[in-house]
């Protein structure tokens, strides 16, 4: 059962532009919803991360919107580089004692210069 | 520090070999698990340890086992390899159970044939 739904699965966009990912939750009791950043052969790294008590977080270029109503969050990446070209993973989690991270599908990502 | 470190890299099994994949970390966290990452699926929680001695099932636990005997330590085998357990597979850590950090290894390709 895929808890966390993420598209797209593949996103072009050209150096400059804005990438836009988003995912979308079933599980209301999920309240920590991190943002991991793939590039090839190497393991996932946390990129960025939210809590539903706030909109939105913004960091560098990164920047997570919050829905909580709409069970939906999304990445943008303003400025986009090609050094951005990875594939990006969304995730959730319910903080208590058992703590599972859910992840999306991922969307990989090629910036083109 | 090293973080957490994977062994082997790449493995070729064939059908019904077992085997086990190695994963140690050294920055003393309390919380360790491992995902396999399939092409589309994301990645799926395997199994998933919230210290020493204590061990619990993820979203895909069939055909693999895992122990943790130490706090450093988190190996998964795989009883009796098939073809669908051909994957990429990931171990990371977090400093507790909760919502905080993940750090994940360089990951372990497996194919069985």
């Known amino acids: 059962q895929q808890q966390v739904k993420q598209s797209p699965q593949s996103l072009i966009v050209q150096k400059g532009g804005i990438s836009i990912i988003n995912c979308a939750y079933e599980?209301?009791?999920?309240?920590?919803f991190p943002w991991y950043q793939q590039f090839p052969g190497k393991g996932p790294a946390l990129l960025i991360a939210?809590?539903?008590?706030?909109s939105e977080k913004k960091e560098g270029r990164f920047t997570i919107s919050f829905n909580k109503s709409a069970k939906q969050f999304s990445l943008h990446i303003m400025d986009s580089q090609p050094g951005d070209s990875a594939t990006y993973f969304c995730?959730?989690?319910?903080?208590?004692?058992?703590?599972?991270?859910?992840f999306g599908s991922g969307t990989r990502l090629l910036v083109r210069p | 520090n090293a973080g957490v470190t994977q062994t082997p890299k790449f493995q070729v099994l064939k059908t019904g070999q077992s085997m086990t994949l190695q994963c140690a970390q050294d920055?003393?966290?309390?919380?360790m698990s491992w995902y396999r990452q399939d092409p589309g699926m994301g990645l799926r929680l395997i199994h998933y340890?919230?210290?020493?001695?204590?061990?619990d099932q993820g979203e895909v636990p069939n055909g693999y086992n895992v122990s943790r005997s130490t706090t450093e330590d988190f190996p998964l085998r795989l009883l009796s390899a098939a073809p669908s357990q051909t994957s990429v597979y990931f171990c990371?850590?977090?400093?507790?159970?909760?919502?905080?950090?993940?750090?994940f290894g360089q990951g372990t390709r497996l194919t069985v044939v």
């Open positions: 920055m003393n966290h309390e919380y």
């Open positions: 995730a959730a989690s319910i903080r208590d004692s058992s703590y599972k991270l859910i």
């Open positions: 599980n209301t009791a999920f309240d920590y």
């Open positions: 990371a850590s977090n400093l507790r159970a909760g919502n905080t950090e993940a750090f």
């Open positions: 939210i809590r539903p008590d706030v």
């Open positions: 340890s919230v210290g020493a001695g204590i061990t």
